[in-house]
């Protein structure tokens, strides 16, 4: 007979997303002029593209608005995303944010407080809030991600 063998369980923590930085805004000015004002500040150039489309099983199909910078450094990608269409939610658990500021830095060179400092300058943006993806947790935070 065959002795049972010991299985041992070996948890990993691993974060892939140490490279990206989410931010939330709080502002009452429509996404092309905020998105004109980030631009402003930090010398790049977000446009409008394919938006973000989230489908609910019993709902119809919501659309989030996205503005990308494709023009800059490949290894500095930034995105703004609407939080709201109508009355529904990108990311139900960040109903008081209106956008989602999306820094991807594959150098890990951008400063969190950096960021933050200048979106607070920005005179449209009321608040900032710093979204940390290792205790955050939303079933829509994989449309970001993508």
């Known amino acids: 007979m065959k002795s049972a063998s010991k299985v041992t369980r ?5 974060s892939q997303n140490n490279d990206i930085l989410l931010v939330g805004l709080v ?3 429509p996404d092309y002029k ?3 004002s980030i631009n402003k ?3 790049i150039s977000l446009k409008n593209t394919v938006p973000v489309k989230v489908s609910e099983v019993t709902g119809p199909e919501h659309t989030f608005s996205r503005f990308s910078d494709t023009n800059g450094s490949p290894d500095i990608i930034f ?3 609407s939080n709201r269409s109508g009355k529904n939610f990108l990311l139900k658990n960040l109903k008081n944010v209106d956008f989602i500021f999306q ?8 400063n969190i407080n950096q960021i933050s400092g200048s979106l607070k300058e920005i005179e449209s943006v009321n608040a ?9 947790k939303d079933k ?6 993508q």
């Open 140 to 145: 829509n935070l994989h449309y970001l991600m």
């Open 103 to 110: 820094v991807h830095d594959s150098e890990n060179n951008n």
């Open 34 to 36: 905020l998105s004109l």
């Open 41 to 43: 500040k930090f010398r």
């Open 27 to 29: 502002s009452a000015e």
């Open 128 to 136: 900032v809030f710093r979204i940390d993806l290792n205790t955050f």
């Open 79 to 81: 995105n703004l995303f």
């Open 10 to 14: 070996v948890k990993l923590e691993i």
